[in-house]
């Protein structure tokens, strides 16, 4: 069974930093993509970051470029999410998603949520 | 950077039918996929390429697409699917794009 599981949310103030983390089992980590994406309360879902399963290909959204880093150890099977100079507008749940064959995310975490306040 | 357009609601008696639509700059030569997400809970995953439905969904849920709008459709539409659904795409200039969401409700 494919899971994947966050860790790494919390309250931090503005201009601050957090990790994120998303350890992954039930398959070939390997051998997939994956993705951020986020959700603010009460709003819609927004991609965040793309890495592929070498790390030989990132991708940022505009939102965040700049200010986060993507990265993947594939002997731990996990994913990691850093978030530098963290905005309010950067509260949200933080899901990391697997990458499928069409660029969709076939499977999803429970998500962590991040909250910048002061 | 492209974008996606979805209604903010749609309501559907029990046992009918369902269509939320998704609008983009000729999204019909893109491969769209939809994601429900329930109160509280992550998405999932229901309809990938256009109309394809991973294992576990229902039959009841199908999907197309042509020129400028792509179409979810539920069947036999039962409280349990009472839920947001998102469509979604790959855009060379934007990476991936959500659509902006509906809440489909179920009387």
């Known amino acids: 069974e494919v899971q994947l599981v966050e860790s790494g949310g919390g309250l931090v103030q503005p201009g601050g930093s957090l990790r994120l983390s998303c350890a992954a089992s039930?398959?070939?980590?390997?051998?997939?993509?994956m993705n951020w994406v986020r959700q603010a309360p009460g709003k819609g879902l927004e991609w965040v970051s793309y890495?592929?399963?070498?790390?030989?290909?990132?991708y940022y959204a505009d939102s965040v470029k700049g200010r986060f880093t993507i990265s993947r150890d594939n002997a731990k099977n996990s994913l990691y999410l850093q978030m530098n100079s963290l905005r309010a507008e950067d509260t949200a749940v933080y899901y990391c998603?697997?990458?499928?064959?069409?660029?969709?995310?076939?499977?999803w975490g429970q998500g962590t949520l991040v909250t910048v306040s002061s | 950077s492209y974008e996606l357009t979805q209604p903010l609601s749609v309501s559907v008696a029990l046992g009918q039918t369902a269509r939320i639509t998704c609008g983009g700059n000729?999204?019909?030569?893109?491969?769209v996929h939809w994601y429900q997400q329930k109160p509280g809970q992550a998405p999932v995953l229901v309809i990938y390429?256009?109309?394809n439905r991973p294992s576990g969904i229902p039959e009841r849920f199908s999907g197309s697409n042509s020129g400028n709008t792509a179409t979810l459709t539920i069947s036999r539409a039962q409280a349990g699917d009472e839920a947001d659904y998102y469509c979604?795409?790959?855009?060379?200039?934007?990476?991936?794009?959500f659509g902006t969401g509906t809440k489909v409700t179920v009387l």
């Open positions: 890495i592929s399963s070498s790390s030989s290909t990132i």
């Open positions: 979604q795409v790959w855009d060379s200039s934007t990476s991936y794009v």
């Open positions: 390429r256009d109309s």
């Open positions: 000729n999204i019909g030569s893109k491969n």
């Open positions: 998603a697997r990458g499928s064959g069409l660029n969709q995310f076939d499977y």
């Open positions: 039930g398959f070939t980590f390997s051998s997939y993509s």
